[in-house]
């Protein structure tokens, strides 16, 4: 289901932290946005998914305002893994997955093997009886991310918002992750991934949007999109950027900071 932002504005205590926003994500993508601390990226998502309402501009779901979704239809189609997910009762693990099933009121069969299914794409198939609050900060990332899968079991052409969702992996983790969400997309599903290590947002990503400063300053492939210039005005980021014959995109290379290269002159 394609997921369209057009011209989003939003304003808190008369301070822009979006400006004019137009970005889509199609199915059959992983479309990644990254940016700089503070250039809009989570405030965008919060948008995207219905959570904040934009002060002008509007955003779209399989060419249909969003606003125009029933709560339990669109929660049939996207699904949202956010930064952080406060959840303190002592549910197992395979409980936690399994309210992702909620709105789609099937028989218990057929929502245990969604949640199954959800735990074994995330690596975490034998920690299903686990209580949930005795996982780590990594391990309820990806408690979360199949609480979404399991929501999504189902739908023809998904959405899945994912916001920073490698932040407390390890490097092996975070890569699983992301193939996870390539897998979506594969099976013909959108999915918009907030990321901040720019090489894996190149080398899985289809796609790439650039936030800064609450605005969209670059957007399409990572290889045209993420090059020195870019990343020098954007992330203050001096880096080597090269293709790889074994990725996606290529590969950056961080060099320094631009302003320690200007401190040192």
């Known amino acids: 289901m394609k997921l369209e932002l057009s011209g989003v504005t939003v304003r808190r205590g008369g301070r822009p932290l979006l400006l004019e926003?137009?970005?889509?994500?199609?199915?059959?993508q992983v479309t990644a946005w990254v940016g700089p601390n503070g250039a809009g990226k989570s405030t965008l998502l919060k948008v995207a998914s219905g959570e904040v309402a934009p002060d002008r501009g509007g955003v779209s779901l399989g060419g249909r305002a969003l606003g125009r979704w029933g709560r339990e239809e669109v929660a049939r189609s996207r699904a949202v893994v956010p930064q952080h997910a406060a959840l303190?009762?002592?549910?197992?693990?395979?409980?936690?997955?399994?309210?992702?099933?909620?709105?789609?009121?099937?028989?218990?069969?057929?929502?245990?093997?969604?949640?199954?299914?959800?735990?074994?794409?995330?690596g975490l198939e034998g920690r299903r009886g686990q209580?949930?609050?005795?996982?780590?900060?990594?391990?309820?990332?990806?408690?979360?991310?199949?609480?979404?899968?399991?929501?999504?079991?189902?739908?023809?052409?998904?959405?899945?918002?994912?916001?920073?969702?490698?932040?407390?992996?390890?490097?092996a983790h975070a890569l699983l992750v992301l193939e996870v969400a390539r897998g979506v997309a594969a099976e013909g599903g959108a999915v918009v991934v907030i990321l901040h290590e720019l090489s894996?947002?190149?080398?899985?990503a289809d796609a790439v949007a650039v936030l800064h400063r609450g605005r969209c300053v670059a957007q399409g492939p990572p290889a045209e999109v993420l090059e020195p210039g870019l990343l020098a005005s954007v992330f203050g980021l001096r880096a080597s950027v090269v293709a790889h014959p074994g990725l996606r995109g290529p590969l950056i290379v961080p060099m320094g900071r631009v302003e320690a290269a200007s401190e040192g002159r």
């Open 21 to 28: 926003v137009s970005l889509e994500a199609a199915p059959g």
């Open 88 to 122: 303190s009762f002592p549910f197992t693990v395979e409980e936690v997955v399994a309210l992702g099933r909620l709105p789609w009121r099937t028989p218990a069969a057929v929502d245990r093997a969604a949640a199954q299914e959800a735990l074994r794409r995330v």
């Open 131 to 171: 209580r949930y609050t005795t996982l780590s900060g990594g391990e309820r990332q990806r408690v979360h991310l199949a609480r979404a899968l399991a929501q999504l079991a189902g739908a023809s052409s998904p959405l899945l918002l994912l916001d920073e969702p490698t932040a407390s992996l390890d490097p």
């Open 200 to 204: 894996l947002a190149a080398s899985h």
